[in-house]
RNA sequence: GCGACUGUAGCCUAGUGGUUAAGGCCCCGGCUUGUGGUGCCGGUUAUCGGGGGUUCGAAUCCCCUCAGUCGCCCCA
């Protein structure tokens, strides 16, 4: 018999960590909101075919790290492996074209890709990510990596490097793909295994190659002069210059990384991705850009609906930032009479203090404080026979060892002042 | 899918061929049947990741497998 244990790339979050998830989610909320963002919950399961022609046949998600299965229907579904697909199949389903411009929404929650674990990447993590749907600006490019990155900001963290690229509309990369392959043709054996077969499925790929000797080679000309010339449109350049100096107006730093591919089909124009360096191998924080044209590739009718977004791995932020100290207790009911007990910690918690008691028919006061003492409670109030019988309560101050005997009538209104006294102090 | 390293109670660790696998933390109880933290005493919790093999004898050596960690690929 097997330990049953929580499946591989996937962790439970118990109470230590969650303070941490909550405080994150709760500042995440607050930015959007301030921003007009609204959240949107889509299904974490959804028709195969809507990843397929999403996220695209040709990527590795796709092809090798979806978690798909048959319903009872017969019917290919496949837990998401990414949000903005689900999000562009809402978007077209319930007719958001006709919302105000633009439509602003985000998301936040699992996604599941059949990997193999390692720091920085699980078969279930979390994303939070924007999207936004129906303006073709440099000024919409602009601000959503604006929210990006103050959303960072927000959460304390440093050492972020923002880089940035242009990645022409579809038919600019098709051109240079065709112009690449051109280039090195001849020197194919010369190359490494992986780009000799990303000559053939994703020739972009081949640039960022950590192979010395393929680096070499594109370092020669007239490659390398080839791969550093712009190749998108006239448009599409402008548009991109035009994002670089909003961002220089907002003082937003940046590297522009003309290696810098995402592996996504449906980007067009501008990528970016935020990078730390305390991650380990997996850098990326948050990736995104401009993906115009996938609403129509969706479904989305004859209108051609420009949109763009960003994605941000919550672990790999998360490990990034300090746990925060536990909250503690306020209030530790300590009697040898259970309704007595159980009806002064009822009575304190709707008074709104965090405030506790021991059910285990625990006698001794001794044990019930130890227990006190043990979650770290402020204040115990101790309530055994002879208080019981005089209507009284003893407070005992958890820290100091005081205590103070008070009329039950009394005990609030003492309570609120000593806690808001001693929660300063934590 | 490929590679490297690691698996001993809930957690940390000792034990590298020889009787019932040792210690610390945590938890429970006692010293203290109305007063916590320190102390002392006692207790629960391990088919040594699993399976097979070598051996008189395996936590220890060999093989397979599973899991974890890190890396490649790729991505958040």
């Not at 280039?183 to 950590?210: I, V, W």
Request: charged share 25%; net charge neutral; proline share 5%.
């Amino acid at each position: 018999m097997t330990k049953l244990s929580a499946p591989k790339g996937t962790h439970d979050l118990l109470p230590p960590d969650i303070a941490l998830w909550q405080w994150a989610e709760a500042v995440m909320r607050d930015s959007f909101a301030r921003a007009n963002v609204h959240e949107i919950r889509t299904p974490l399961f959804e028709a195969t075919e809507l990843f397929k022609r999403g996220v695209g046949e040709t990527t590795d998600i796709v092809n090798k790290e979806m978690y798909t299965f048959e319903d009872g229907g017969q019917r290919s579904m496949t837990l998401r492996p990414e949000n903005t697909a689900s999000v562009v199949r809402a978007y077209n389903q319930h007719g958001m074209d006709r919302w105000p411009k633009p439509v602003k929404l985000y998301y936040m929650g699992p996604m599941f890709r059949y990997e193999r674990p390692q720091q920085g990447r699980q078969r279930q993590f979390h994303q939070v990510g924007l999207e936004v749907f129906g303006v073709d600006t440099a000024a919409s490019d602009a601000e959503s990596i604006l929210l990006a990155w103050q959303l960072l900001q927000a959460l304390g963290l440093k050492d972020l490097t923002l880089k940035i690229n242009n990645m022409g509309m579809p038919e600019d990369r098709h051109r240079f793909r065709q112009g690449l392959r051109d280039h090195l043709k001849d020197q194919l054996g010369a190359l490494c295994s992986d780009c000799q077969a990303r000559y053939e499925t994703n020739p972009l790929r081949m640039l960022d190659c950590k192979n010395p000797d393929c680096q070499a080679m594109y370092q020669k000309e007239p490659i390398h002069t080839y791969i550093r010339t712009d190749f998108s449109s006239p448009d599409a350049q402008a548009h991109f210059a035009e994002v670089l100096a909003l961002l220089d107006a907002m003082a937003v730093p940046y590297t522009r990384d003309p290696m810098l591919v995402r592996g996504l089909d449906y980007y067009t124009k501008t990528v970016f991705e935020i990078t730390s360096d305390n991650l380990g191998a997996q850098s990326a924080v948050c990736g995104g850009g401009r993906y115009n044209g996938l609403v129509k590739q969706l479904g989305g009718g004859n209108n051609d609906v420009p949109a763009t977004g960003w994605a941000m791995g919550m672990e790999r932020l998360l490990s990034l930032l300090e746990p925060p100290k536990p909250q503690g207790l306020d209030v530790y009911v300590v009697s040898d009479d259970i309704p007595t007990a159980l009806q002064w910690v009822t009575q304190t918690r709707q008074a709104g203090f965090r405030a506790d008691w021991d059910p285990t028919g625990r006698k001794a006061l001794g044990k019930q404080l130890a227990q006190a003492d043990k979650l770290g409670a402020c204040v115990a109030l101790l309530l055994g026979e002879s208080e019981r019988n005089s209507g009284q309560v003893i407070v005992k101050h958890l820290a100091s060892g005081e205590q103070e005997t008070l009329a039950a009538g009394e005990v609030l209104a003492r309570l609120g002042q000593v806690l808001h006294h001693t929660r300063v102090c934590l």
